[in-house]
């Protein structure tokens, strides 16, 4: 898919990308009373494809999940106006102008899909086709858009909404949290509810780790701190906030926004750690809160003009854009290694993740630990391969001379041992007859490599001796004028003489040489292969004595001396004797 063609004022597209839906949530049974969930591998192929040809090895995946019809995709849409604005960056003072030039409604093909009423707009999960390439605090980083629908959405199964809820935190680095006025308990208890059950995963994991010879056993126990194992960063953005004295003092409204979060985020008596695990679960909790944004955009006649929005929240909203995408770097990690994730891993988590919630229901603990073990075991073949791949490709690669049989064996033993300790280094949980069936796997792959190197090497024999292929030419053309010279000249020339003598220590140099090469070739890999690459040698220096006579033929100093004429005689001269024996054979056939 690619996204329509529109454009704006000045004929230029605005938004590079569009909304790509990745997680379907689609009806299934009797009268359409069933759901499951599934991925559309199309659309996640798009994105990973558009992340890798980035260039950048760093994500920070951006997803914004919450209640339904509280202006997640509004929010969004607000996201890609400030990444695709060069006067929205950081050095500029006013952050808020994201909110001038364009209609929201212009491009809405290539905007998150948003509409000023009640209906539902978003299902499943929508990554925006497009990264956006960010420095942020010196790091070039890939910022990838989330689309989620929205919690709590009556038209879809409890379990579902809990799934997507979940999807969207295991696969984001900055999971910004929507929700309408205040923190509310009820969002505390899906991220308590979400929380418990991946902390149960993840001990899973961890004790994979810690006994390998024993397949860990599901447990519900608590668990506190996971160390490298936390989800990232979380963002509650409160939207509609009424109690700010100015809406436009935007660090006196920051001051406020952190003392109701301390406040919200205290353990209470009466919460069993509900907060405590919440807390234990991620890195780094943090809020927003905004303002109304006006009743004039509340209206479902609307049309789009953000100056239409109140100047407190254009301010604050601004400077949270600013915050998410200028200020803060928080790129996505593996879950198991504490790693930077990369492309293909996070296509392999999506995958699991999803076939993990395909019924629809929730899973236990136990089902989240064999996804996640599922693709860090993917992703840790596929690393194998590339440091396999990387090594050899050093000493063997397509534009690679020959070398020896033996140093390449050599040679690919250690690429063999660094490939093994990459994937004993990534596939370092789990259960233990995956980690082994996976190792078998990649070690029959790698040894399937080796073969295709070897026979690669092999081809490359007649190109041994392809360097010395101007040598021998000099040292052809050098016997040829001594051969010459003793019989036309030496018997009265002395300078024929001195000439042949150069001539002789030249070609018997070069031979010596090239003899020398063959020799030592001999020793080393046997008969067959000096005799193939002799045959390439001649192959290579035919060509070049071709070669050099066409440029003789054509040079100025050969046409002003007449030696063209002469060589393009010599050359009609021996066609014609050529020419004269196959009459002479066919006349003397036809006598008989």
């Known amino acids: 898919p690619t996204p329509m063609d529109t454009s704006n004022e000045d004929g230029k597209k605005r ?3 569009r909304p790509l839906q990745v997680v379907k949530v689609e009806e299934t049974g009797d009268e359409g009373m069933g759901r499951k969930i599934c991925v559309d591998q199309e659309n996640l192929d798009i994105v990973i494809n558009n992340i890798k040809k980035t260039g950048v090895n760093k994500m920070m995946t951006v997803s914004l999940v919450g209640a339904m019809r509280t202006g997640k995709s509004f929010m969004l849409d607000l996201f890609l106006r400030y990444l695709t604005d060069p006067a929205s960056s950081q050095h500029s003072s006013t952050p808020e102008v994201v909110f001038e030039g364009i209609n929201m409604n212009d491009e809405k093909d290539s905007q998150f899909y948003w509409r000023a009423h009640s209906e539902r707009t978003t299902t499943g999960i929508w990554f925006y086709s497009h990264p956006f390439v960010r420095t942020i605090q010196g790091s070039k980083v890939c910022v990838v858009l989330m689309d989620t629908q929205g919690l709590f959405d009556p038209m879809s199964p409890p379990d579902v909404n809990k799934a997507i809820f979940a999807l969207s935190v295991l696969l984001s680095s900055f999971q910004i949290l929507n929700v309408q006025n205040r923190i509310q308990e009820d969002t505390l208890n899906q991220l308590d509810y979400f929380s418990h059950f991946a902390q149960s995963a993840m001990r899973l994991l961890i004790d994979s780790a810690a006994d390998k010879d024993a397949n860990p056993k599901s ?15 979380l963002h509650f953005l409160v939207r509609d906030w009424a109690n700010f004295d100015d809406d436009e003092d935007v660090e006196a409204n920051i001051k406020q926004t952190n003392s109701v979060l301390e406040h919200a985020m205290k353990s209470h008596f009466d919460d069993e750690g509900q907060r405590d695990r919440i807390k234990n679960s991620f890195e780094q909790v943090k809020a927003f809160f905004l303002p109304h944004p006006g009743l004039k955009v509340i209206k479902k006649n609307w049309d789009g003009e953000l100056q239409k929005c109140d100047p407190g929240f254009r301010k604050m909203t601004g400077h949270f854009l600013r915050y998410v995408f200028d200020d803060s ?4 990690k593996d879950m198991v290694s504490g790693d930077t994730l990369t492309p293909n891993n996070l296509k392999h988590y999506t995958s699991a993740f999803v076939e993990m919630y395909a019924s629809g229901k929730m899973p236990d603990s136990m089902t989240l630990f064999q996804a996640i073990s599922k693709a860090t075991t993917l992703g840790a073949k596929e690393k194998a391969l590339e440091t396999y791949k990387a090594i050899m490709d ?3 690669g ?3 001379s020959y070398i020896k049989n033996d140093v390449l064996k050599k040679h690919s033993q250690y690429a063999f041992d660094k490939a093994r300790q990459e994937f004993a280094k990534i596939a370092a949980f789990g259960e233990k007859k995956q980690r082994e069936d996976a190792l078998e796997a990649v070690m029959s792959k790698l040894e399937r490599e080796w073969v295709a190197y070897e026979e690669a ?8 001796f392809a360097g010395y292929a101007t040598m021998a030419v000099i040292a052809g053309a050098a016997f040829i004028l001594d051969t010459l010279s ?3 000249c030496d018997w009265w020339s002395q300078t024929c003489v001195q000439g042949s003598k150069l001539a002789k220590y030249v070609y018997s140099l070069i031979f010596l040489i090239i003899g020398t090469q063959v020799f030592l070739l001999y020793q080393d890999d046997g008969q067959i292969v000096m005799f193939k690459a002799l045959a390439g040698l001649w192959a290579a220096a035919t060509s070049k004595a071709i070669e050099y006579y066409n440029q003789l033929r054509n040079s100025e100093i050969a046409k002003e001396l007449g030696f063209d004429s002469v060589m393009d005689l010599a050359s009609g001269a021996t066609e014609s004797k ?3 024996g196959k009459t002479s054979r066919k006349r003397s056939k036809k006598a008989n």
Request: hydrophobic share 25%.
């Open 15 to 17: 938004y590079p990308g």
């Open 219 to 233: 447990t519900d126990d608590e668990v506190g701190d996971l160390g490298i194992h936390k989800f990232q960063n």
């Open 329 to 332: 770097l928080v790129v996505k």
């Open 394 to 396: 050093k000493k063997a």
């Open 398 to 400: 397509p534009n690679s």
């Open 457 to 464: 090497n092999r081809n490359r024999v007649d190109k041994i």
């Open 486 to 488: 003793d019989y036309t």
């Open 578 to 580: 050529k020419k004269t």
